[in-house]
C-alpha cells in the first residue's frame, strides 16, 4: 500500500488482484446480493484509491479494507439497498437465485447429485449465517473465512477483543442450533 | 473454571489461542463437563460444515468497471491550484478594479477653504453665537416674557 501512496499504479492493481475475490466474498455473504456486493467491493477499492496519498500505515492493511467494507455493507443493508435478494431460512431451497451459477467456482469430480446436495447444503449454510445479527454475521465471515486476528476483528467492529470473543460464541452457538442437522457427530 | 467461562475460551481454545495454562483449564473442566464436551465438539464439526461454502470469483467486469469509475473520479487540485484564480473571484476582482478606477477618474467634491470670508448665513449664526452660548438664561429671563410676540417672518415679508 506504501507504493501505491507512492504513485505506483502497478501496486494498486496487485491489491485488488490481491483482494478483490475476498473483499467480493464477504461483501457478499454480508448483504447477500452479487451485484451489490461486486459494486460495494468497487466502491470499497475506489474509497482505497482516493485515500491513497492520506494513508497511514497505523493498523494492517486487511484491518482498514475490512473496515471500509464492513462500514459500506453495514450502511448498505440499514439503507435497505440490498433487501431484494434476503431469503428467509424458511425458503433455502433456491440457491440458483440467490447467487448466478456463473459465479460458482466450478466443481471438478463429483457426480451431479453430489452437486446438487453440496449446493443446497451451501445454501442453507449462507441461510443460516445470514440470519445472523448484522455484527455477529460479520464477526463470524472475519474469523471464519478471512481468519483475520481478533485483535484485527475488534478493530473492525469497533468493540474489544473480549466483547468479540463473546459475539463469536453467540454467533456459533447460533448457528450450531440452526444448522444441527448438519452438524451431526460421528457414532461413537 | 465454570461453563459459563468456557463461553469467553472456548473460541480461542479451538483456534488454538490460548496460553498452556488457559489451555490446561479449560481441558480440565471439558474433560469433567460433558455438556461443554459434546458443545466443543459440535464447534469443531460446524467450523467444518461452514467451509462447504465455496468461495466466488468477481465477474469479469469487476475490473473494468471499477478502472472506469477511477477514471470516472475527478481531477485532485494539485498543491498549486489554489494560486489558480476561479472565475468568480477574477470577476471580482476585475469590478473591484473599475470602481476604484472610476472613483479616481471623477473631478474632486468642492473642499471649503477654510481661508474663503464666510458667507451671510455663516455671518448670522457667527452674530447670534453668544445668544445661543447663554440660551438658557435668556429662556428664562422674565423682562422678554413681557415682549410683544414677533410677527411671523413670511407675513413680515408680506
Given at each position: 500500500?506504501l ?13 485488488l488482484h ?6 467480493v ?25 482516493r ?24 450502511n ?25 451459477a ?9 457426480s ?12 442453507v ?5 445470514h ?11 472475519l ?10 476483528i ?35 | ?59 469479469p ?61 455663516e ?9 445661543l ?26
Amino acid at each position: 500500500m506504501l507504493d501505491v501512496k507512492a504513485g505506483d499504479d502497478a501496486s494498486f492493481e496487485l491489491l485488488l488482484h490481491k483482494y478483490r475475490t475476498p473483499l467480493v466474498n464477504f461483501l457478499n455473504r454480508m448483504v447477500r446480493n452479487p451485484a451489490a456486493a461486486e459494486d460495494l467491493a468497487q466502491e470499497v477499492f475506489l474509497r482505497v484509491y482516493r485515500a491513497r496519498k492520506q494513508y497511514a500505515p497505523n493498523a494492517k492493511f486487511t484491518t482498514w479494507l475490512f473496515h471500509i467494507a464492513t462500514n459500506l455493507a453495514l450502511n448498505a443493508l440499514r439503507d435497505g439497498r440490498c433487501r431484494q435478494m434476503e431469503v428467509s431460512l424458511d425458503q433455502p431451497g433456491h440457491p440458483g437465485a440467490e447467487e448466478p451459477a456463473a459465479m460458482e467456482l466450478p466443481d471438478r469430480g463429483p457426480s451431479v447429485e453430489q452437486q446438487m446436495i453440496a449446493r443446497d447444503r451451501a445454501a442453507v449454510i449462507r441461510a443460516a449465517i445470514h440470519a445472523l445479527p448484522e455484527k455477529q454475521r460479520a464477526a463470524v465471515l472475519l474469523h471464519k473465512y478471512h481468519e483475520l486476528d481478533y485483535d484485527e476483528i475488534a478493530r473492525i467492529l469497533e468493540c474489544s477483543e473480549s466483547a468479540l470473543k463473546s459475539l463469536l460464541f453467540r454467533a456459533y452457538e447460533t448457528l450450531r442450533v440452526r444448522l444441527a442437522p448438519l452438524v451431526t457427530p460421528p457414532m461413537a | 473454571m465454570n461453563c459459563e467461562r468456557m463461553d469467553t475460551r472456548l473460541i480461542a481454545y479451538l483456534d488454538g489461542r490460548v496460553n498452556d495454562a488457559e489451555r490446561r483449564e479449560v481441558e480440565s473442566h471439558l474433560a469433567a463437563c460433558r455438556a461443554c464436551r459434546t458443545r466443543t465438539e459440535e464447534f469443531r464439526l460446524l467450523w467444518g460444515v461452514l467451509e462447504e461454502v465455496p468461495m466466488q470469483e468477481p465477474s469479469p467486469g469487476f475490473d473494468a468497471g471499477l478502472r472506469a469509475r477511477i477514471a470516472a473520479e475527478p481531477p485532485r487540485p494539485s498543491l498549486w491550484a489554489w494560486l489558480a484564480p476561479s472565475p468568480r473571484l477574477a470577476v471580482a476582482v476585475s469590478l473591484l478594479l473599475l470602481l476604484s478606477v472610476y472613483i479616481s477618474s471623477r473631478p474632486p467634491a468642492r473642499v471649503q477653504d477654510p481661508a474663503a470670508p464666510p458667507t451671510d448665513a455663516e455671518f448670522r449664526m457667527i452674530k447670534d453665537l453668544p445668544v445661543l452660548e447663554n440660551y438658557d438664561v435668556l429662556a428664562n429671563f422674565e423682562a422678554l416674557s413681557e415682549l410683544p410676540p414677533q410677527p411671523a417672518k413670511d407675513n413680515k415679508e408680506m
